[in-house]
């Protein structure tokens, strides 16, 4: 085990109870940091009431590169450490874990498509590395943005992610599809946004959803430093990725009281969408969060995928041991009733299919996302006809007709889930039933 890690279970390799697209891919997968500098941008945090303004400075953003790799044999993997704020007054909680990558390994190829990632808010890409190396290993190069948020705990600076994670999105992808293409490690024509919880937000702001010039963020940050952006606004442009094949918005916070985006500005997304939440999440409320943008943004095709008994932390790795001390710390990783291997296992099968569907153009990934049933819990496995051979224990679903087990899932594995999914068009029809909607 390297020096300073927890855990040398990589959280990137699943377990084998996990659905067929979450296995690694055939690529080793290296990690290599970069650091950007946007100067000019307002501290909306050290705003100046008296004065109206805020001040300018140059805002630094470091990112974390997973990509296709070809590492000498034998060479360490990386350790990754991070810190998240714990329930006051305790200090921040640190965590140290394994991962699958190589530091500085040369790549494997060039023109990959890029996937960039938002964590939570006073998140770290540290715990995302259950799916930016998985993605990584399948050949994707996927950049993890550090936010450096505020501490969570501390609500009066809440503005400062609401004005900061769509801009740092924008900004970063804009640069990494300049840098990495000129280097031609991506094809940035191919690019696609994933973000967790107010990560969530931000890509779904950054993916065509427009600010609401009245709505509550607007007002909610001072000196109207939020009006240029909003939808109409002089400086709207700045927030919009180019060439955005995909978007995935897990646990999305702007809806609810938030009200980021109204009715209008959830028909300005366009680009294939996957949204995913658990219905008793009680920190961003499904019925208007998730479902409410699945139903709202009728112009792209969208899916969205529910965890039925799941609230909020279904977005991050298993929570290493240093973490499991307080309730407090552990449930930043854990669910009440879902386990973190298994979430993310599920997470990694989905995305996987539809990054493979819309980033590569692979078709055959549909059968994946267009589920035979809408409730997992619904799929029929017939038993096999006198004298035939039963199929495995740990068998695939095919999803071939007669078996409407959701394809590449186990026989016994596929439970607790529901998939909508819609055709872009105001009139296009859902295929699926409502989830029920609870715990909030």
Known sequence: MPAGAEDSAPAARLGVDAPELARLGNYAVGVRTLHLREAGQPDVLAF??????????????????????????????????????SEPPAPPATFSVTGLAVREAPAAGKGFPLVVVSHGYSNDPAAMIWLTENLASKGYVVAGIH????????????????????????????????????????????????????GGYGVLTAAGAALDPNGPPTRMIPGALLMP??????????????????????????????????????????????LIQGDHDRTVDYATGAHAIFEGAVNAPRYLLTFLGAGHSIGLIPAPPSMRKRLWDQEWFEDPVWRAERVNAINAHFITAFLDRYLKGDESRAAYLDVAVPKSSDGVWPTPAPGSPPAPYDAYSPGSPGITVWKGFQHSEAAGLEMLRSAAGPSAPTVGEVASVGGH
């Open 48 to 85: 100046d009431a008296a004065s109206g303004k805020a001040p300018l400075r140059v805002r630094e953003l470091t990112v974390d590169l997973w990509y296709p790799a070809a590492p000498k044999p034998g060479e360490a993997a990386a350790v990754y450490s991070a810190q998240l704020p």
């Open 147 to 198: 936010h450096d948020d505020p501490p969570i705990t501390d609500r009066s600076k809440f503005i400062g992610p609401l004005l900061r994670r769509p801009l740092d999105i924008a900004y970063v992808t804009s640069n990494l599809q300049r840098m990495l293409g000129a280097e031609q490690l991506i094809d940035p024509s191919r690019t696609a946004l994933i973000g967790y919880s107010m």
């Open 229 to 274: 952006y909003v939808r109409g606004g002089a400086r709207a442009g700045d927030l919009s990725v180019r060439d955005l094949k995909a978007v995935v918005a897990i646990s999305p916070a702007g809806g609810g009281t938030l009200a980021a985006w109204g009715a209008e500005g959830l028909r300005g997304l366009e680009a294939p969408l996957l």
